[in-house]
């Protein structure tokens, strides 16, 4: 079983929808997670992390957290072209002598004008 | 700028050539991190250090050899590589080891002939 599990897409909206992006995580003891946009070409940048059980909203993004369904999403509201990118979910998992950031593949996002 | 700086950008080079990146993180942070990204794979660590300390190794090839001088400076040494090791070598930063989001360079795009 994949630590960290994303629909690789892509996920086509039109531009001014709401996009949802959805990631599981297998290790119940995560206690950190992040969302990362990562353009073609590009390094990954973060956009949103959230801690506790509930909605963090960051003006367009809200990322969503259920720890007792281990299930964490974005939600990028009125999208627009400019958000075509790759969205990778992050999970912090303590491995035997350190904490690491572990990814998901990734889903691929489409806005179309 | 991201606050973390890679050299080279692209690298191309022979199964037989000794080549090393380079990594400088401007951040203040006491962590670093090297990342393998291949193309439709999530990132795979490789590497973690703490304070300059080595806290995690991942099953990496000992083709690849990782030095951390100091909590500002990450290199990867490579030698003697196979092609399927070409790939996005990505350097990241955070402030500590403990699960942080971390700060990302550019990359080095590195293709083995």
């Known amino acids: 079983q994949k630590e960290v599990e994303q629909n690789s897409g892509p996920l086509s909206v039109p531009e001014g929808a709401i996009a949802s992006l959805n990631c599981t995580y297998s290790?119940?003891?995560?206690?950190?997670f992040f969302w990362y946009r990562q353009y073609s070409g590009k390094s990954p940048e973060l956009i949103m992390f959230?801690?506790?059980?509930g909605d963090k909203e960051d003006g367009r993004f809200t990322a969503q957290l259920n720890k007792a369904s281990q299930y964490v999403s974005l939600l990028i509201r009125d999208s627009q072209p400019s958000d075509s990118a790759t969205y990778l979910c992050?999970?912090?998992?303590?491995?035997?002598?350190?904490?690491?950031?572990?990814f998901g593949s990734g889903t691929r996002l489409l806005v179309r004008p | 700028e991201t606050g973390v700086t890679q050299t080279p950008r692209h690298l191309v080079m022979g199964m037989t050539n000794k080549k090393s990146l380079k990594c400088e993180q401007h951040?203040?942070?006491?962590?670093m991190y090297w990342y393998k990204q291949s193309a439709k794979k999530p990132l795979e660590l490789m590497f973690v250090?703490?304070?300059?300390?080595?806290?995690e190794n991942n099953s990496v090839p000992s083709r690849f050899s990782p030095e951390c001088p100091n909590s500002s400076h990450l290199f990867l040494h490579l030698h003697t590589l196979q092609p399927e090791d070409s790939a996005l070598y990505l350097c990241?930063?955070?402030?500590?080891?403990?699960?942080?989001?971390?700060?990302f360079g550019s990359g080095t795009r590195l293709t083995v002939v």
């Open positions: 290790d119940r003891g995560s206690q950190s």
């Open positions: 992050a999970v912090v998992h303590l491995g035997d002598s350190s904490y690491k950031l572990i």
């Open positions: 959230i801690y506790s059980n």
């Open positions: 990241a930063s955070s402030p500590s080891g403990e699960g942080g989001g971390y700060t």
């Open positions: 250090y703490n304070f300059k300390e080595q806290t």
């Open positions: 951040l203040g942070h006491n962590a």
